[in-house]
């Protein structure tokens, strides 16, 4: 994927439509957003059933999770904590390194940029 628009474009896209890939044991997530392709943003659906974490993730990209329902936590390597409830979200930098973890039966919805992180 190129981080150049391909063209203007505008989409519904639903969780119910997108197809879900194992992340870790306990996390499947799906690349929706990112799948479209005619914007520079990326992103999808998280659900994790409380005994997934994925550790030690450096991004090479900007990330917000908004939290559906559940509870999700995110520290980063200084033991900094971030946990949301349903209606809030957590902004992540480009170069954190961190550590995700969750409630069981939680939602996340993630939005990232650039979509192409993992080409640059």
């Known amino acids: 994927m190129s981080s150049v628009?391909?063209?203007?474009?505008?989409?519904?896209?639903?969780?119910?439509?997108?197809?879900?890939?194992?992340?870790?044991p306990g996390m499947e997530?799906?690349?929706?957003?990112?799948?479209a392709?005619?914007?520079t943003l990326g992103g999808g659906w998280v659900r994790m059933d409380g005994?997934?974490?994925?550790?030690?993730?450096?991004?090479?990209?900007?990330?917000?999770?908004?939290?559906v329902r559940g509870q999700a936590e995110v520290e980063d390597a200084d033991g900094k904590k971030a946990v949301a409830n349903p209606g809030e979200a957590i902004l992540i930098g480009?170069?954190?390194t961190v550590t995700y973890r969750a409630q069981p039966n939680t939602l996340v919805f993630f939005v990232l940029n650039p979509r192409?992180?993992?080409q640059r």
Do not use: N
């Open 116 to 118: 192409d992180w993992d």
């Open 51 to 67: 005994s997934a974490e994925l550790a030690g993730w450096t991004l090479k990209y900007d990330e917000v999770l908004y939290v």
């Open 29 to 35: 997530g799906s690349r929706g957003l990112t799948q």
């Open 94 to 96: 480009e170069g954190t």
């Open 5 to 24: 628009l391909s063209r203007p474009g505008l989409a519904v896209v639903k969780e119910s439509d997108v197809a879900f890939t194992p992340i870790a």
């Open 37 to 39: 392709g005619f914007t």
